[in-house]
């Protein structure tokens, strides 16, 4: 989590070294661990876990349901779909086409993202110090639910991310960014 959050202040403040991000996400995560204990950590927890679900939402809304008029010809279900059926997919799915839930690679994702998911949620220390205050029955539920809940998160961020990319390629007849690029994240 702490290399997640020095990820993103690394992209929102540029020329920022590694020490001055792990200082102020250690007096931030400290400062209410130490003002309010144990009880501060739920509320953090249920407003960090709104605030992830309610800019989700926001995102998937903004960028495929509804986007803005210059936005429409590469974030529409409609680019989404061209992009499915004109760019060539992988080895391995039926006909090469992106179009399609029959493919190995996209079995092996889903039942590696489900196991990647679960374990995130069983070894996060807020499950865990809030599982300690809950009762045993209902902790085994939220597990549960953590897990999925996480899955989704996932597979929705990587499917409107892909499909995006895919669309603004088609429309440029070429790749938007080059190997090393992609895989560098």
């Not at 020329?15 to 991000?21: K, L, R, V």
């Not at 060539?88 to 086409?97: C, K, T």
Request: include cysteine.
């Amino acid at each position: 989590m702490l290399m997640a959050g020095k990820s993103t202040l690394e992209v929102l403040v540029k020329d920022t070294n590694n020490e001055f991000i792990f200082l102020v996400l250690a007096v931030l995560f400290g400062s209410y661990c130490m003002i309010g204990g144990l009880r501060t950590t739920f509320y953090i927890s249920y407003i960090n876990t709104a605030l992830t679900f309610i800019s989700l939402s926001v995102y998937v809304l903004y960028s495929v349901y509804y986007p803005p008029e210059e936005k429409k010809a590469h974030t529409s279900f409609e680019a989404f779909y061209n992009a499915a059926v004109c760019v060539e997919g992988p080895d391995g799915n039926s006909g090469n086409s992106l179009a399609t839930f029959q493919s190995k690679s996209g079995i092996v994702l889903g039942v590696v993202l489900l196991f990647m998911a679960t374990s995130i949620s069983v070894t996060d220390q807020a499950n865990w110090q809030s599982l300690i205050a809950a009762k045993p029955s209902k902790s085994v539920v939220g597990f549960f639910l953590a897990a999925y809940f996480w899955f989704l998160v996932e597979t929705v961020l990587a499917i409107t991310t892909t499909m995006t990319y895919l669309s603004l390629s088609m429309a440029n007849s070429t790749h938007v960014l080059s190997a090393i690029e992609i895989d560098n994240g």
